[in-house]
Every structure is written in C-alpha cells, then in structure tokens.
C-alpha cells in the first residue's frame, strides 16, 4: 500500500453567469465572453476542495490542476496553488478555439494519459455550457470507472475510492477502484480560500503550458 496518490482536477474558466447584463449575449446568441467577467467554474472548485482533502490524509499525494483555454486561463491554475494545489497544465492552442465537449475532452484525455494519475476530479458540468459531459467523456475515453454527482469522498487507499453520491430522490454511497473518475455536486463542501503564504509562494511562478502537439 502507498501513501500517495496523484490526482488531477479538471478546471475551466468561465463567464460569470450570474451577473448576466444586457451585452451578455452576442447577436448570434452565444455568451458574450468579453462582457463578463472571468471566473474558476464554481462546481470545479469543489472539485478541487475534495481533491485537498485527499492530500490532508496521504500528504505525500500530488493535486495537480488541469484546464483549457486561452491564455488567460492560468489564472485558475493560480488560483488553485493558492489553495494549496502543486501544479497545474493549461492547454492551449488556436487549434483548440470553438472546440465542442467531444473535442474538449478527446484533447483533455490525452493530456491526461501523459499524466498517468490515480483520481481525476472535475466539476459535475460548467455553469457556461451546462452539458455534464466532458467529465463522463474523459473517462470513456480512458476506459476507466466514472462516478458522478459526488457529494463527499469518504474513504480512499491506494486501489479504491468510497463516494456518497447526491442524486435526485437520495443518497447512494460506492465504491469503485482506481484509476477512476469523479465528478463532483454543488452540495459538496465548498473550497477553501486562499492561503497567505501560498500566495506569497505562488504570486509569480510561471505555468506550465502544453499545445497540441
């Protein structure tokens, strides 16, 4: 048995919906990404607060963070070693622009096959697409077991994770092995804020990014 695990967190920036204005859509009728602000898609954030919790119980574990997007989406990846994350990856590449929740996830599952981890965490779906699909696609792309609607990862070793799940008339609990992944629920308990000496550390250390090659 080992005491450390490598987990990725699957992370995306996204408009802030919430504060939808009169120039939040285009013409066309998609989302107007320069009219609102940018921010780290909520339900990853919860994702990334089980992934924490993780490493408070096998120390030795790695949580690294994953995402897509322009280059301005290392900002979350910044976020995350504020909260006590060890690394992140941002994708990013004009060949990735419009690219669909196939897409996303084919150059997500990809990345993550280099990565080789034990637990991938994501947010259940982002509050900009709302489809909840890149997360299960990862996974059938990698051929491995998926758990979604997590509510609290409540057991891990070194070959199996325990999951309550949130569902719509109740809870269930499961228990799959590893590699596996897992999306998480709103009702999760929320991430923690940033840590001083994390930011402190974090402030200006470059990140690593990938292309599509």
């Known amino acids: 048995m080992t005491d450390k695990l490598k987990i990725v967190v699957l992370a995306k920036q996204v408009p802030d919906t919430r504060n939808v204005g009169k120039d939040a859509m285009t013409p066309e009728g998609t989302v107007n990404r320069t009219a609102l602000p940018a921010i780290f898609n909520p339900e ?3 994702a990334l607060e089980q992934a924490l919790r993780i490493k408070e119980t096998m120390p030795e ?3 690294l963070l994953l995402t897509m997007g322009p280059a301005r989406a290392a900002e979350i990846i910044r ?5 006590g994350a060890d690394g992140g990856i941002l994708l990013s590449d004009r060949k990735f ?6 897409a996303t996830s084919y150059a997500l599952s990809q990345t993550i096959k280099q990565i080789n981890p034990d637990i991938i965490l994501a947010g259940r779906q982002a ?3 709302d489809t ?3 997360g299960p696609q990862v996974a059938e792309k990698l051929g491995i077991p998926q758990i979604t609607y997590a509510e609290e990862i409540m057991e891990v070793s070194a070959d199996s994770i325990t ?9 269930e609990v499961v228990t799959s092995t590893l590699p596996a992944l897992v999306t998480v629920h709103a009702t999760a308990a929320k991430c923690r804020p ?18 599509a090659d």
């Open 44 to 46: 990853d954030m919860n």
């Open 61 to 63: 574990s790695e949580v």
């Open 79 to 83: 976020e995350g070693l504020f909260r």
């Open 97 to 102: 622009a419009g690219a669909d929740t196939l």
């Open 127 to 129: 509050i900009d697409g």
């Open 132 to 134: 909840a699909q890149v």
């Open 163 to 171: 999951i309550k799940r949130r569902l719509e008339r109740g809870i």
């Open 194 to 211: 940033r840590h001083a000496k994390q930011v402190m550390k974090h402030k200006y250390t470059p990140i690593q990014e990938w292309n």
